[in-house]
Nanobody, 126 residues
Framework: EVQLVESGGGLVQAGGSLRLSCVGS????????IGWFRQAPGKEREGVSCISSKDGSTYYRDSVRGRFIISIDNAKDTVYLQMHDLKPEDTAIYYC???????????????????WGQGTQVTVSS
């Protein structure tokens, strides 16, 4: 069974940090782009940051560039999202998605994934 399992969400004060993890099972990350997406109440899901397992190329949406860092451990089929200087507008459910034979930017912009995780809640208080 293919699964993506997110963890690391929680409640943090503005300016704080969190690290999200996404672990894949039932498939390997080879030739996949893996990304983080988020959905706040009443808003559409948006791409946050993505990474290519093949060449490590990355995508960041403008509002998180310089604050978030995405990384991948191919040996562990795990993608991390280190989030710094969190803001209340970062509050959302964060989902992990994997897209086969796609580059990081395309995944981040189009949001079309073959597999999705269940999400982890990130809440940033002001």
């Amino acid at each position: 069974e293919v699964q993506l399992v997110e963890s690391g969400g929680g409640l943090v004060q503005a300016g704080g940090s969190l690290r999200l993890s996404c672990v894949g099972s039932g498939f390997t990350f080879d030739d996949y782009a893996i990304g983080w997406f988020r959905q706040a109440p009443g808003k559409e899901r948006e791409g946050v940051s993505c990474i290519s397992s093949k060449d490590g190329s990355t995508y960041y949406r403008d509002s998180v560039r310089g604050r978030f860092i995405i990384s991948i451990d191919n040996a562990k089929d795990t993608v991390y999202l280190q989030m710094h200087d969190l803001k209340p507008e970062d509050t959302a459910i964060y989902y992990c998605g994997a897209s086969y034979f796609t580059d990081a930017q395309a995944l981040g912009i189009l949001g079309r994934a073959n597999y999705w995780g269940q999400g982890t809640q990130v809440t940033v208080s002001s």
